[in-house]
Structure formats: C-alpha cells, structure tokens
C-alpha cells in the first residue's frame, strides 16, 4: 500500500520563476493538506482540499494556490517565486468522516516533501 | 505569534532512561494536540495524540500529558532507545471548529538518544 507520495522530491527555481508540486494521496484518502517547513521551523499550513475545493487556507498569500483533482491527487502552484518561499512543501493527505454534519479528518499521513530552492 | 512553542531545540537522552519532551501552547481553542516524528529526509510519522478531555494518553513506551490550566504538554519515552533518535514535532488543532483538522505545529525538539 503506497503511502503519500510527492514528485519532485528537488526543485532549483530563480525569483519570480513559477512552480508546480505534485502529490498522491495515502490509498482511501479523500482530502489533502499543504505545509511549508522552513529550515528550523516546524511545518505551517497552507491550505486543504476536499471534495476538489479549498476548505481552509492558512496565512499565504495568494501566490500560493492549488487545486485538488477528481483522483483525490492535488497540486501546489506558487507563482512570482520570492528567496523565502525555499522551504520543504509536505503534503498530507486522511480521510475526511461526516458525524453529526461535522467534517472530521483522521491523523494525517505526511510525505516526505518537495525541497524547494529559490536563486 | 507562535501559538505552539517547543522552547528546547535539542535533548540528549541515555539509552534506557526517560525522554521529557515539552510543548507550550497559547491558543485556548485547541482541543486536540498530536506528537509527531521525523527522521531526514521523511515527512513526519503520527506518534501519539490526545483531545482536551484527558490528561493522559498512553501507547506503549509513549505516554502524552496534558495539563490544560497551565497550557502545557509533555511527551514521555520510557525506556529510550537509539532508535528513538529524531525532531519530535507538537501540533495542536480544534476538532470543535466542524471543519477538518489545520494543525499548528512547535518548532520541534531535536531528541538524541546516546547508547
């Protein structure tokens, strides 16, 4: 059973260059969550995707968005790239539950990221 | 504002003594907090959670403690093993909130346990 996988596991970008990051959800995972981690620090939301929509965004900017597909695999675009967004993007993917109306997601299952490096 | 804090970056541990892992939070709203793990070059790895209704939460050699009035919790390893050897991560969330789980997370604790 493949866990979360993320491609490419390196990326060399110059400022205001445009990026594009890929990941594969856990088998039986519906819903996928976007960190950033810079170096030192621990990871920081970005945003998740249910159901092929934006369900929560985290304090980014807009240069951060993506897109959830109907295979559940999702993308992280960061557009007119700045020297700090070099960071490791981790991708998390759960599966989401309904109780009582309440959209619950299970622990989540992290890959093990995109290294991004921005010249 | 870091609503998590893990004040201690590094920790060095004996093999087969207690590992004390600390995490300090702000936000009154989180009613669930997780630890998590991670080796180089890995994403992290679940260990251990526990919600707002308990102050503890075993697994094994793992047990959480949580202590709300005072917005702590700990992580504790007994025994330690070589093994054990990684950055421990808290997060904290709020299941109460209807929505899926945004963790916040600490700044991790780089834990080193010595043979």
């Known amino acids: 059973d493949a866990g979360v996988t993320q491609s490419p596991t390196h990326l060399i970008k110059t400022r205001g260059q445009q990026v594009t990051l890929r990941c594969s959800p856990k088998?039986?995972?519906?819903?996928v969550s976007w960190y950033q981690q810079a170096l030192g620090q621990g990871p920081q939301f970005i945003f998740q995707?249910?159901?092929?929509?934006?369900?929560q965004r985290g304090n980014f900017p807009d240069r951060f968005s993506g897109h959830q597909f109907p295979n559940y695999s999702s993308e992280l675009n960061v557009n007119a790239l700045l020297l700090g967004d070099s960071a490791l993007y981790l991708c998390?993917?759960?599966?989401?539950?309904?109780?009582?109306?309440?959209?619950?997601?299970?622990?989540?299952?992290f890959g093990s990221g995109t290294q991004l490096s921005v010249l | 504002d870091q609503q998590v804090k893990q004040n201690s970056p590094s920790l060095s541990v004996q093999e087969g003594r207690i590992s004390i892992l600390n995490c300090d939070y702000t936000n009154s709203m989180f009613d669930y907090f997780l630890w998590y793990k991670k080796y180089p070059a890995e994403g992290p790895t679940f260990l251990i959670s526990i919600s707002s209704i308990k102050d503890k939460n075993e697994d094994g050699r793992f047990t959480v403690f949580l202590n709300k009035s005072a917005k702590h919790l700990s992580l504790h390893i007994v025994p330690s093993q070589p093994g054990d050897s990684a950055v421990y991560f808290c997060a904290a969330g709020r299941i109460s909130s209807g929505s899926a789980r945004q963790l916040t997370f600490g700044s991790g604790t780089q834990l080193t346990v010595l043979p």
């Open positions: 998390a993917s759960s599966f989401s539950r309904k109780t009582g109306g309440v959209r619950l997601s299970e622990k989540l299952f």
């Open positions: 995707y249910y159901e092929e929509e934006e369900r």
């Open positions: 088998s039986g995972h519906d819903t």
